[in-house]
Every structure is written in structure tokens, then in C-alpha cells.
């Protein structure tokens, strides 16, 4: 079975390959402060960076999850408050998890057929703003050119985005962001339980002024950690170990997103002559390059869903809000042409 589910979602067919190689070359049981961990760690990040574009000073750590780094974002970067931009269940959900830390979250809620407006802002100089890049709810995402827009009319304030759904699947600029947070079942084409965080020099001087450490993962502890390519905790060694094989492979991001992009266009073109789906957002321009959502009356949904996985493919179903109406498929890197192909011929003949 091929797995369309925005996440977990397929793994790449490399990972055969590469979990036995792992087995074979005992990297499964070494220890984490091991010579040979080091070697792994650093490969997987240095092979990260030059394939992702990932400016030379940030530092990239390894977490247990994106929601982990949700709250090391909470615990470790945020004094003067934070302000949370969303417009689906996952952003909304940061800024939950946020305000249980430091009550004065606040939100700011946008609609989902609209860019988020950033300008005239009034944020203290030193609070926290954060933005769902990609949406993975409701399949919408934030351009580049808005968070260029945000990053100008707040200078001095971090800026957090959580790119889940999107990263390594379309070029970010990580120069407009100073924690960018993801997780390998998604893009990364990984099997689930592992995060990523991004952080630049901004971000780890502020956790360094802050200086609150004692948690299970506090930003400080992890960067001294990481400066010997190392984690504060026994990592999911078995993912770096993958996620460094599959970045060493990977094209530089540009082609991937080039790709994606163009795949995404011919879903387009092919929804918008079925008559049993429609987009759940109309607005072409805020619509997400990895993640598309589609809305069906609900007999409608269960049987192409169950269609769908007669020929073995798994689709999304819809979240939150958008459960009864909507499901969703992923375009992620690990999608093979030919699935796509016959899922889009399934779809579009759908009557
Ligand atoms: C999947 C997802 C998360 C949660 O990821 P976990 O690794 O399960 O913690 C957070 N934000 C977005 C946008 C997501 O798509």
C-alpha cells in the first residue's frame, strides 16, 4: 500500500535498503556519545543543511516530535509574550500549548482564503511571533514574500515557524525565520518519531539571555550539546542514521520544490474538471504545494476513499472542522510518479 496520507506518510523506497544497512553495520545498538554517533550526526546535518539551503551559522538539534518543539519554543525563547498567527487546527494548537506555559499568548486568528496580514503590528521588541508556514489542516500554506514582510516590520522580535508539512519539500528561506520546526514522517519521507528544529544565532543568543534551564529539553543544554554534534538525551539514532542517508541522495531542494510545484498544478488542473471535488480553498495563491484538501459531499468521499485503497492507496481524511467534508492527499518527495498517475486517473474519471 501507498500511503497519501499528509503524515505519517510514505516512507522513501531507499529505506529498505537503508534500515538493513543499519542492522548490518551495527549502527542500531551504538552508543550516543560514541565516535561513531558523532560521524552520523554530523553527516546527517552537514548533508541537511547544503541540500535544504540552511544558512551556515544556524544550528540544526534533533527532538522527539514537532509538538516537543512547540513547547521548547515555549519554555526556553519566550519572555515577553508571543503572538500565534493561524487559521487551522495545527496553529491553533501551538498557541494552546503555548498560553498552558505562558499565559500571555495571544492569538491571532486569520482566515484560511486569506494571507495573514502583518503589518501594523504591535508586538513588544523582545516577544515571540509564530506562524504555521503550511497548514497541514486545512492545506494552506504562507508564502515566502509574507514572512519577508513579517520579518521587516518586526526586526527585533524571533519569529517561529512551523514548517511540519513543507520542509524538505519546497525551498524555504530560512534567513526570514529564527526557529523553524518539523518532522521527518512528513516531507522527510522517514517512518514517524522524530523532530527537527532550526534555530539561528538570534534565537540561541535570546535562549542564553533567558537562561531557563532544568527542562527536559531546554534550548541552552541542547546547543552545548550540539556543539560536539551530540543530543542531550539517547536519540532515535536509527532515523538520524536514515534521514542522513536520505538527504547524502537527495537533489538540492529548488529541484524537489520544482517538481512538487508542478505536480501540484496538474492536481489542479485535473480537480478542476472532476465534478464530484472541489478545492476547500478557493483561493488559488494560499493554497499549500504539499498538502491539498478537497471537498465532497460525504458519500462521495467514502467511496473514492475505499476505491482508492482497492488499487492501494491510502488518502488522507479530513481534520478537525474539515473531517465530514474534506479528505486529503499528500505530495510529498517520496511519491513516485507512477502512483500519482494512477491516483489522478482514479480521481479524475470518478463519477
Ligand atoms: C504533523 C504536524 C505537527 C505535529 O507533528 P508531530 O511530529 O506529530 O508532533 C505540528 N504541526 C504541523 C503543521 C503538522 O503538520
Not at 44 to 51: L, Q, R, Y
Request: aromatic share 10%; charged share 20%.
Amino acid at each position: 500500500m501507498v500511503s497519501f496520507y499528509p503524515g505519517p506518510s510514505q516512507v522513501h523506497e531507499a529505506v529498505s535498503t537503508y534500515m538493513q544497512d543499519a542492522f548490518h553495520n551495527g549502527i542500531l545498538g551504538i552508543n550516543h556519545r560514541s565516535p561513531e554517533f558523532v560521524s552520523i550526526c554530523k553527516r546527517a546535518i552537514t548533508a541537511m543543511k547544503n541540500k535544504l539551503a540552511i544558512p551556515e551559522d544556524y544550528t540544526v538539534f534533533f527532538t522527539g516530535s514537532a509538538t516537543e518543539c512547540w513547547e521548547i519554543i515555549a519554555q526556553s525563547l519566550i519572555t515577553d509574550g508571543s503572538f500565534h498567527w493561524h487559521n487551522g487546527a495545527f496553529g491553533e494548537r501551538w498557541f494552546q500549548n503555548t498560553r498552558y506555559i505562558n499565559p500571555k499568548a495571544k492569538s491571532i486568528a486569520f482566515d484560511p482564503e486569506s494571507e495573514p496580514v502583518f503589518t501594523d503590528i504591535a508586538t513588544p521588541r523582545d516577544a515571540l511571533l509564530a506562524i504555521t508556514q503550511n497548514e497541514t489542516s486545512n492545506a494552506t500554506q504562507v508564502g515566502m514574500d509574507q514572512l519577508r514582510i513579517l520579518r521587516k516590520a518586526c526586526p527585533d522580535a524571533l519569529i517561529a515557524v512551523d514548517a511540519t508539512s513543507s520542509m524538505g519539500g519546497i525551498a524555504l528561506d530560512f534567513s526570514l525565520g529564527d526557529v523553524w520546526l518539523a518532522s521527518v514522517q512528513k516531507c522527510f519521507g522517514l517512518p514517524a518519531g522524530m523532530g527537527i528544529m532550526v534555530c539561528s544565532p538570534a534565537s540561541l543568543s535570546r535562549a542564553r539571555a533567558i537562561q531557563k534551564d532544568g527542562y527536559y529539553n531546554s534550548l541552552t543544554a541542547m546547543a552545548d550539546r550540539m556543539e560536539d554534534w551530540q543530543t542531550t538525551y539517547t536519540p532515535n539514532v536509527l532515523n538520524i542514521y536514515l534521514l542522513m542517508r536520505v538527504m547524502e541522495m537527495a537533489p538540492e531542494i529548488h529541484k524537489t520544490h520544482a517538481r512538487l510545484e508542478g505536480q501540484s498544478q496538474s492536481w489542479q488542473r485535473l480537480v478542476d474538471q472532476t465534478r464530484a471535488f472541489s478545492w476547500l480553498i478557493e483561493n488559488k495563491n494560499v493554497r499549500s504545494t504539499t498538502v491539498m484538501a478537497l471537498k465532497g459531499r460525504p458519500e462521495d468521499l467514502s467511496k473514492i476513499k475505499k476505491l482508492a485503497l482497492e488499487k492501494g492507496y491510502l488518502l488522507g481524511n479530513g481534520y478537525g472542522k474539515w473531517k465530514n467534508d474534506t479528505f486529503r492527499i499528500a505530495n510529498f518527495p517520496a511519491h513516485q510518479e507512477k502512483d500519482i498517475k494512477q491516483l489522478q486517473e482514479l480521481i479524475g474519471n470518478y463519477k
